[in-house]
Every structure is written in C-alpha cells, then in structure tokens.
C-alpha cells in the first residue's frame, strides 16, 4: 500500500496547477483510503522515508491524515509538526484544527509537543515574512485563551 501512496503524492506534488487540480478532484481521496488500509510495514517505510521527502508532499500527506485516534497518523503529525518546515506547519495546524478544533490542544499536549509547538509558532509569527498568517495566528489565540484549561485526553 505504501507504494500506491507514493505514487499519488508524487503525482500531486508537481507544484503545477494540473497536479492540484488533480490532487482535489481524486488523488486525495485515494490518498485517505490507501492510508486506512496500511499494514504496520507501511507506516514503517512511511516513518523511514518521510525525513527525505519534499515539503509539497508532506502537505499532501497531512491533508490526508484524517483518524488523529490512530496512533500512527498521530505519530505522522508530531514527527512533522518539530520537523516541518514552514508551510507544512502551517498545514498541519490548520488541519489538526479543522478536525478537533480546541481539543487539539489536548492532542498535541498527550502527545509531548505543546510547548515546543507553541514557542515555535511564536518565533514564526515574529518573521515579517510569516506574521498574517491566519492559522499560526488562531493557533496562538486558542492556545492563550485556552491554556489553563487543557486537559490531556
């Protein structure tokens, strides 16, 4: 199953508009289906390989990550959420948000990440080049209003 995954992500991360265009209309959704039919050597060869893949596909992936109860699509996202890159984060914060909404900072605390995460948004939101972006900004807003009441589920 790994490989057909690969073979989808590849094929939508062409950056061009026909490999978006055919990222929406069906890749994803093979996408998530291939990922809910992965064995452990899956996730395995997923974990080995995914350091060396490009951010475009590391988006893809995450957009695809649709059961945070599964240990392992979990696992994907703390693993990409210290790691990312910029616009992966971005990313995965907003779709960790589109999911579970504040519960996610539940999540993200069970998971270890919560304050590492938070610091790093910070010191993005202070780059000029990064500062209006909406989801980095929610994410902070959520985690002030929030904080003291984070329960770890």
Known sequence: MYNNLVLCLDSASGGDEASTNEWFDYLMDDSIEIISKFTDDDWKQLFDELPSKKPLWKQHLVECMTDFNNDNQMKVFVELL???DVESLYVLIGRLF?????EALSM???AGILNELTE?????VDTPEYSNMPNFKRYLEIVEKEGANIKTI
């Open 82 to 84: 210290k790691d990312g």
């Open 98 to 102: 589109s999911f579970h909404g504040n």
């Open 108 to 110: 993200l605390e069970k």
């Open 120 to 124: 790093r948004v910070k010191i993005i």
